[in-house]
């Protein structure tokens, strides 16, 4: 077997190539922040307390729009909870550990950590194999804070009229590029983004990306459905 | 609502979807439908934020023509589709919205 801290290396070492586009992300994220108006200190604090990308970047838009906390707390919570999923899985392997490793755990339960360690956990059946996701979220952990520290700094210097807040809804674009060459992707991209456009000023106390998101989910309900009953 | 209260409950919210199923789940609750249904949720709520910030104006009126945000958008998506690669998305449609806005 190996020691804990092989599995924790290979962990940091397995993550590592994907942490390139954190940087940006998290660059942007510390960037806008200072734009908006939050303090440095509290845009720390948000990487820190949160430590979630997509979802810290959607805190500032909904709250620079105006947006009532309560619609911001479960927007936040809307795209946070693909991690309902990703702690399902995980779940079963961690399974034995006492509470204090699950909170660990759960606090490091990230995308990228998820998928490499999911990989990771089907191989190998040791008992310490939960170093690896640690290894994993520590790793990005440290990019994290590390470049919304450099946003910070950057963002004090940075021009507002550059138009850095469409870095915002490029940044979701990044992230569903391989979206879009997918059907049901497409009608659900296009039904949600329909919905908060149209509805952005008749859906009440900002919750047009709520609805938006449930209407798109409903429609992957049906088509998925749907097109198992062809096959 | 003071920003570090703000920032603690989003905290506390994004912290509880990561713990609740770890300390919580029981197999049986996720079959494979639940599953792949759940696996559109990051495709049915980025759009919600993507379009709204791009067709709309600071009024929240929906802007169509003289909106460089369209063309940059739509520069930046197809960048994205045939490289796949999240850095040339963001920065492709950050330099065409600049070219759009400064040189046009």
Not at chain 1, 154 to 164: H, Q, R, S, T
Not at chain 2, 39 to 65: K, M, R
Not at chain 2, 75 to 93: D, L
């Amino acid at each position: 077997m190996k020691t804990n801290f092989q599995v924790f290396s290979k962990g940091i070492i397995d993550v590592s190539p994907f942490m390139i586009p954190v940087v940006p992300f998290g660059l942007i994220f510390g960037i806008l922040s200072i734009d908006i108006g939050f303090s440095p200190l509290a845009t720390m604090g948000m990487s820190l307390i949160i430590f979630g990308g997509a979802s810290q970047i959607i805190l500032l838009q909904l709250f620079s729009g105006g947006a009532s906390s309560f619609i911001i707390i479960s927007s936040v919570g809307a795209v946070n909870s693909r991690h309902l999923l990703y702690g399902a899985v995980v779940s079963e392997h961690v399974s034995d550990l006492k509470l204090i490793w699950k909170i660990v755990i759960s606090y490091f339960l990230i995308d990228q950590a998820f998928a490499l360690s999911n990989e990771y956990f089907k191989k190998n059946k040791d008992r310490n194999k939960y170093f690896h996701l640690i290894g994993g979220g520590v790793t990005c952990w440290i990019i994290w804070q590390s470049s919304t520290f450099l946003g910070i700094i950057l963002g004090e210097a940075i021009p507002e009229k550059l138009g850095l807040s469409f870095a915002v809804p490029l940044t979701f674009l990044a992230l569903l590029v391989n979206d879009f060459r997918k059907f049901i992707n497409i009608v659900v991209i296009i039904t949600s983004g329909f919905v908060s456009t149209l509805g952005y000023n008749y859906i009440p106390y900002k919750a047009y990306v709520i609805v938006a998101a449930l209407t798109g989910l409903i429609v992957a309900f049906i088509l998925t459905k749907k097109l198992k009953n062809y096959e | 609502m003071s920003d570090w209260s703000l920032i603690l409950y989003c905290g506390f919210v994004t912290f509880l979807t990561r713990f609740s199923m770890i300390a919580l789940l029981k197999k049986e609750m996720f079959n494979d439908r639940v599953r792949e249904v759940l696996s559109y949720v990051p495709t049915a709520i980025f759009p919600a934020i993507i379009f709204p910030a791009i067709f709309l104006d600071n009024t929240g009126s929906i802007q169509i023509e003289d909106n460089p945000k369209i063309l940059a958008a739509f520069i930046a998506t197809c960048i994205g589709v045939f490289t796949r690669n999240i850095i040339a998305t963001i920065f492709s449609g950050l330099a065409s919205y600049w070219f759009l806005i400064f040189v046009v």
